[in-house]
C-alpha cells in the first residue's frame, strides 16, 4: 500500500504545484497609476472633417524611394493642408523638411534638464488591390463621413494618428499651454516601405545633435471594444515589442518552351511545392518566451478558472495553448514568426512555360527568432525539393528589443488606458506590424506603441483591407488622449 501512499501524496504535489502557479499567474502588475490631467477640448466635428480632407489626398507608397520624381504631388500636398489646417502649430512649433518630405517638428521646452518627449504617426498610406473598390461601403479615397464612421485609406493606418496628434498640438497652443519638456513631431513619409528613409534619417539627424528621449509614442496597439476578455468598455494593448521583418525571394529557373508537351516537375510546380510546404511547416512557437510573460500574466487574470490552471503553468499545458492560440490570425501571431506568402510570378501568357518562376515570402520576425534562424527554416525546407534559389528580397530588420514597464512614460499609457477602459483590461502586447518607432532605440529605451483609440475588432480588419474606417467618436477621444499624454508627461512628477 505504501506505492498508493506514493502515488498519492505525488498527485497532491502536483494539484498544489498547479495551484499555487495558477494563483501566482492572476498576480497583478506593479504599475503605479498617476493622476491625469483635464485635456484641452477639441471638436469632434472639426476632427472629423479635417481627417476627411486628409484621406482624400493620394500620399500612396507602393514600392522603394517613393515618392519618386513625378510622383511627389501628394506629399507636397499635404504638407501645405497641414499648415493651413493647423496654424497655430505651425506657427509655435518649429517645422524641419527630413529627407525632402518627412517631417519633423520641434516645440521646444522651457526646462533643458528634462529628456523630450517624442510623438509619431506616418504620411503614406498602402495602395487599395485593383478590383476591390467596389467592396468598400465608401470610395477608399473619398473620405466620406457614414454613419458616425469616416472611411477611407490611411484612416486607421495612420492618417487617424496623424490627425489625432496635430489636432491634440493645436488646441494645446490654442489654450495657452506652454511645455517644460521638448516635444518632437515626427511625420514620417515612407513608413508602409519598410526602409532606412525617411523617419529613419530624421532620427540619424536627432542622434547627431546628442539627443536623447524620455519616450517615443508610435501607433500600434489600441483599445478593443467589445472586449474579448473581462468586463469594463474594453480590453486595451500597449506594445511594448516589435517583430522584425524579412522577405526572401524563391526562384526555379527552366527552359521554358511551349505549355503543349510540359516536362514534369517544371520551377512553377517547385515554387508550389516550397509555398505549400513553408505553409504547412511553420516556424516553432515560442509561447514561453520571457517576453510574452506580461501578457499572459494580466490576460491570465480575466480567464475562467480552467484556461488560468492553463496559463499558469505552461511546462505541463503549453502544446495545448499553442495549438489554441495558433487557431486564429493574432494569436498565432503572437506565438511565433509567421510566414506569408505575397509575391507569385512566372510566365507572362497561358500557353508560354517560364523560365523563370519566383515567389516572395515575408516573415514577421518573433523576438525568439532572428532573420538567420528564419534562412536557416527555409533553406531547410526547400532543399529537398531542389532547384530552387534563395535570395533575400529588400531590407532586413531584426525585431525590438522590449520596452520597460516601469518608466514614467509606461505608467502615463498604462493610466491613460486604464481610464479609456474604465475597469476593463490593460495588457502589453508583441506588435505584429513594422512602425517607423523601430528607427528610435538610438535615442531611448522607452518606445511604446499604442494609439488612444477605441474601436472594434470588426474595424482593426480593415488595415490593408476593405473598408478601413474610424469612428468619428474614436478620432475625438484620440485627439484628447493625445492632449492628455502630453500634458501628463509635463507634470513635475515626470522629473
Known sequence: MSWKRGVLSALAALICLLLFRTWRVGDPLDVDPIELPEAPTVSANLAAAHLSQALRIRTIATRPGDPHPGSEGPWLEMHRWLEETYPLMHQELEKELVDDYTLLYTWHGSDASLLPLMLMAHQDVVPVNPGTEGDWDAPPYSGDILEGFIYGRGALDDKGSLVGIA???????????????????????????????????????????????????DEGGGVVTPPPLGAGKGMAA?????????????????????????????????????????????????????????????????????????????????????????????????????TAPTMLSGSTKENV?????????????????????????????????????????????????????????????????????????????????????????SLTDNVYRFMPSIGSAEDGAGVHGTNERIAVSSLHEMSERYAQIVLAMDQPQGE
Request: glycine residues 10%.
Open 238 to 338: 500597449i506594445g511594448v515589442v516589435e517583430k522584425g521583418w524579412i522577405s526572401l525571394q524563391l526562384t526555379a529557373v527552366d527552359a521554358g518552351g511551349h505549355s503543349s508537351t510540359p516536362p514534369r516537375n517544371t520551377g512553377t510546380v517547385r515554387i508550389a511545392r516550397a509555398v505549400a510546404a513553408l505553409d504547412k511547416r511553420q516556424m516553432p512557437a515560442a509561447i514561453g518566451d520571457p517576453g510574452l510573460e506580461p501578457t499572459i500574466a494580466s490576460v491570465g487574470r480575466e480567464l475562467p478558472l480552467l484556461a488560468r490552471i492553463a496559463v499558469g503553468n505552461l511546462w505541463l499545458f503549453g502544446p495545448v495553448l499553442e495549438r489554441f492560440g495558433s487557431m486564429n490570425s493574432f494569436g498565432n501571431a503572437q506565438l511565433r514568426t509567421t
Open 353 to 441: 512555360l517560364p523560365q523563370r518562376a519566383t515567389a516572395v515570402i515575408n516573415f514577421r520576425i518573433h523576438p525568439s527568432n532572428t532573420s538567420q534562424d528564419v534562412i536557416d527554416h527555409v533553406r531547410g525546407i526547400i532543399e529537398p525539393i531542389g532547384g530552387i534559389e534563395l535570395e533575400v528580397f529588400g531590407e532586413v530588420f531584426e525585431p525590438t528589443p522590449v520596452s520597460p514597464l516601469d518608466s514614467y512614460g509606461y505608467r502615463v499609457l498604462h493610466s491613460v488606458a486604464a481610464d479609456m477602459t474604465q475597469g476593463g483590461l490593460v495588457t502589453q502586447v508583441l506588435v505584429a506590424g513594422t512602425t517607423d518607432s523601430r528607427h528610435t532605440f
Open 167 to 217: 489636432e491634440a498640438i493645436e488646441a494645446l497652443v490654442a489654450s495657452g499651454f506652454d511645455p517644460r519638456r521638448t516635444i518632437y513631431v515626427l511625420f514620417g513619409h515612407d513608413e508602409e516601405i519598410v526602409q532606412d528613409t525617411g523617419a529613419g534619417q530624421a532620427v540619424e539627424l536627432l542622434r547627431s545633435r546628442n539627443v536623447r528621449l524620455e519616450m517615443v509614442l
